[in-house]
């Protein structure tokens, strides 16, 4: 038997626009008629995240997909303005193709460049120059604040960095992490209160992201691949324990970093 061809992006695209239109009509889905922008809101962090683990795995599949659930997240999204009155999916594309047009003139029109920090530059200024960015007034605008921290410190640091607002060569960063980590050593034997704690432990993470940064290591992803490591680990250490027929629980530090070191070297190879 033939098989049946599969409907084109646009018509695709259309299909998707449709269904989430019905899902939120009176003949609908009660859970979609009840969604707005804000509680959405961890739908689609959640989507975008794990997107990013999809890509992180490298699994082509999953990335398709969760792609495909994040277009669904932002199909409601329109939707849900569309009803309001605020903007259409066409007005939302219309605009976003008319800005990747406008910040690529190196593409679209007659502009020569010569590198990618050439490209970023142009970018930043036509972006400045758009009506929606003219109440900006710091270098700094336009960073959300909703960033994971540490992305945000990376992006903060980029920005005060096209101004020379930044540290040359990477090696006396490795200086100041150590300032910052006596300075939180000395907080800690004060008994400083957790606030303290707080600003100095954020210093030392901010110089940590400086240093990576300057060695071009993407701090956020250095984190997850620890993160990751680490989970795989302790779960290494927890089989062990299972095949023993004993608990984690009720174990020494010296007997659990025993076990740490056995999962580490078979990690190891």
Not at 21 to 32: K, M, Q
Not at 59 to 85: C, F, N, S, T, W
Not at 96 to 105: D, G, S
Not at 159 to 183: C, M, Q, S, Y
Request: hydrophobic residues 40%; proline residues 4%.
């Amino acid at each position: 038997m033939q098989e049946k061809p599969q409907p084109t992006a646009e018509a695709a695209f259309a299909r998707l626009l449709e269904i989430v239109a019905i899902l939120r009509s009176e003949r609908g889905c009660p859970w979609d008629r009840e969604q707005t922008h804000h509680s959405l809101r961890s739908d689609t962090l959640e989507e975008a995240y794990e997107l990013v683990e999809a890509i992180e795995e490298d699994r082509p599949e999953k990335i398709a997909e969760e792609l495909g659930d994040l277009m669904i997240v932002v199909a409601l999204h329109a939707q849900i303005a569309a009803e309001a009155g605020h903007f259409t999916m066409a007005q939302l594309l219309n605009a976003a193709n008319a800005k990747l047009v406008r910040r690529h003139p190196h593409v679209f029109g007659d502009l020569q460049v010569e590198s990618t920090d050439q490209v970023l530059r142009n970018w930043e200024q036509i972006k400045r120059q758009e009506e929606s960015n003219q109440d900006r007034t710091s270098l700094l605008d336009g960073i959300p604040r909703a960033l994971p921290a540490l992305l945000a410190a990376e992006k903060l640091q980029k920005r005060a960095a096209r101004v020379g607002f930044d540290w040359e060569e990477p090696t006396p960063i490795l200086g100041k992490i150590r300032e910052e980590a006596n300075e939180l050593q000395e907080q800690i034997e004060k008994g400083a209160d957790p606030e303290r704690l707080e600003d100095e432990i954020g210093d030392l993470l901010f110089a940590v992201v400086n240093l990576a940064r300057k060695l071009h290591v993407d701090p956020e992803q250095a984190l997850r691949r620890t993160n990751a490591k680490f989970r795989r680990r302790f779960q290494r250490m927890e089989a062990l324990l299972q095949e023993q027929g004993e608990p984690l629980e009720g174990k020494s530090l010296q007997e659990l970093d025993q076990l740490w070191e056995q999962a580490k070297a078979e990690e190891n190879g």
